[in-house]
């Protein structure tokens, strides 16, 4: 069996209905549903990388998940774009297009650096801050987690 979309609206309103929930992860067979309240929706840009933690056990089907890799040290002057959602990572706008950034472009804060896609719809992640393009550290339509770092800016003039 399938999730439709009607499903996915009935466990959003139940989530919604549910002040006491700060988050909730659901997974259906091949459906992975991630809520978290009180984040924004713009991609977080962050200058030194979040602390690792354990994430609780939600449902039987996480326990086959490899474990999480670790993130990249930043240096001073570094800041990293994080996926603010769990979706897939596109560095083009559409198959055989250019990519929206390469290693050593220089970049300004309101620049779209890639695209996550979420249940068909498409999402723009900014850069975030002035700088230029270090690294991109992942591949073009893989799966991103909730505050991976995507890619490493250098902010140092």
Known sequence: MELTHDDVKKILEIIDGATHLDQIEVVYGGFHLCVQRGRETESSVRATPPLATAPQSLAPSQAARPPRRAEPMLGEGEAAVMA??????????????????????????????????????????????????TQILVENAKLVEYNQVLIVISTVA
Request: aromatic letters at 8%.
């Open 84 to 133: 603010p959602m769990l979706g897939t990572f596109y560095r083009a706008p559409s198959p055989g297009a250019p990519s929206f950034v390469e290693v050593g472009q220089r970049v300004r804060a309101d620049d779209t650096v890639c695209l996550i896609e979420v249940m068909k719809l498409f999402n723009s992640i900014k850069a975030g801050v002035d700088g230029v393009v």
